[in-house]
């Protein structure tokens, strides 16, 4: 195993000689790209098909709440999270080969984190004034419905308007879904 030392020496090597990706490596990362993308796609047809069947509200939901995970390990590879020069060159390099802009909607995190800090914000919520009636199951119907001021959604998702819904606060993912079908088709091309 490398030191520390080694590994911070050909990280920078890396960074100032490759742009951030070795070139014989760069088919790792558009294979790793298109598994992430792939597999959002696949779970973004099986929340549309669950919606168009009436499949259960539960499966439904999970279906879009996976197709957003896939969504966030793609947000890793091009905009890494991480404040080291390499994952950040890395990143800049991945954005140019797949022409994801810097306002693309996979930078933006917040259903993401919504979504991997669910337990934390329930406990930030339900230290509110909770009143009405309480809807804690998955659900799917119009993202307008969580906008009753009586009521309290946890979790519901519009396919119509490709909304997701989260203790009451409304993501649209819609322009996610078609940043990840461009960048699946391309890194098919890619292949």
Known sequence: M????????RAKLIVTECDGIQPIFIAFYIE??????????VAFANFAEGAKLAQSASATVASAQEALGHAAALSR???????????????????QLFAVRNNSPLQNRELRNAIEHFDERLDEYLLGDIAGYILPSPMVEDSDFADETLGHVFR??????????????????????DEITRI????????
Do not use: Q, W
Request: glycine share 4%; charged share 35%; aromatic share 12%.
């Open 184 to 191: 699946a088709e391309l890194s098919r091309a890619m292949r």
């Open 32 to 41: 790793a790209i298109y598994y992430a993308a792939e597999r959002a796609e």
């Open 156 to 177: 519901l998702v519009d396919p119509k308007t490709k909304t997701f819904v989260l203790l009451g606060k409304k993501y649209p993912f819609g322009p996610m879904h």
């Open 2 to 9: 490398l030191d520390k030392p080694e590994l911070e020496r």
């Open 77 to 95: 590879f091009f905009f890494p999270v991480e404040k080291k020069a390499l994952p950040r060159a890395r990143g800049a390099r991945l954005r």
